[in-house]
């Protein structure tokens, strides 16, 4: 028997797709972004709170040669995007998902003009990427505090014995 592909996979947008697929979305919209490489308690619970901002939820991972440039080690990110977008994408809390492959989302940021612009609690919302041009056309910008501190890198630490 042939299975279709699961449905949440439809949440999964190219870049080049993103600023025509927003538009359908219901606003406000909440923008946020990361690596999500090994999904966590502290991840999940953060991104509820964040959609729970807004009516929808646009979440832009970095690609596997931005996450390397982050430092994060050598080998990172452990799961590769195709993965980590296909894990996202099944979120309820997750409208849509994208991609970036520079240092920042700031390109995703400006074709999605978001409402709302959220980032954990480690960032000062003033340094929040994308901070000033989300004001700037009368949007608010979050740092959520962390509920469950928890980190891919410890975790990773923890697995293997470090």
Not at 22 to 43: E, M, S, W, Y
Not at 74 to 83: E, G, S, Y
Not at 137 to 153: D, N
Request: net charge neutral.
């Amino acid at each position: 028997m042939d299975f279709p592909a699961p449905a949440f996979e439809a949440k999964i947008c190219p870049p080049a797709e993103l600023a025509s697929r927003v538009g359908a979305l219901p606003r406000p919209l909440v923008f946020t972004n990361g690596c999500f490489d090994i999904l966590h308690r502290g991840h999940v619970t953060y991104l509820a709170q964040a959609r729970a901002l807004g009516a929808a939820m646009v979440v832009a991972l970095n690609t596997d040669a931005s996450v390397k440039r982050l430092g994060k080690g050598d080998d990172r990110p452990v799961n590769v995007l195709a993965d980590r977008l296909a894990v996202m994408a099944a979120l309820a809390c997750v409208d849509l998902v994208t991609w970036f492959d520079e240092d920042t989302p700031l390109a995703r940021i400006l074709e999605c003009r978001p409402e709302i612009l959220v980032k954990g609690g480690d960032w000062a919302p003033a340094n929040i990427v994308g901070s000033a041009e989300v004001r700037g056309w009368g949007g608010s910008v979050h740092a959520i505090p962390f509920l469950h501190e928890r980190s891919t890198t410890a975790l990773l630490g923890r697995i293997r014995g470090v």
